[in-house]
Nanobody, 114 residues
Framework: QVQLVESGGALVQPGGSLRLSCAAS????????MGWYRQAPGKQRELVAR???????DYADSVKGRFTISRDNAKNTVYLQMNSLKPEDTAVYYCNTPLSLRSWGQGTQVTVSS
């Protein structure tokens, strides 16, 4: 059974930083591309960053230059370093496998507000 457990969300001021983590189990982690998604109130869930098994990465234009996705295959964990946070980054953040979506985890809340 696949489990995706996100953590690291918090309330942070604009301009601040956070590092999210997602621990995966039940999959061959190193073989899978991993992605970070977010869903803001009243909006559709969107993919904001993706890292392939090769380590190459893609970002949504809205986060490019501010967010960095990385992975540690030894720990079956994917990270999202978020810098220069803006109020519009406020959302619940989730991880998943973009090429074949699994059941969603509970997500982690990120709130950017002064």
């Amino acid at each position: 059974q696949v489990q995706l457990v996100e953590s690291g969300g918090a309330l942070v001021q604009p301009g601040g930083s956070l590092r999210l983590s997602c621990a995966a189990s039940g999959i061959i982690f190193s073989d899978n591309a991993m992605g970070w998604y977010r869903q803001a109130p009243g909006k559709q869930r969107e993919l904001v960053a993706r890292i392939r098994s090769s380590g190459s990465t893609d970002y949504a234009d809205s986060v490019k230059g501010r967010f960095t996705i990385s992975r540690d295959n030894a720990k079956n964990t994917v990270y999202l370093q978020m810098n220069s946070l803006k109020p519009e980054d406020t959302a619940v953040y989730y991880c998943n496998t973009p090429l074949s979506l699994r059941s969603w985890g509970q997500g982690t809340q990120v709130t950017v507000s002064s």
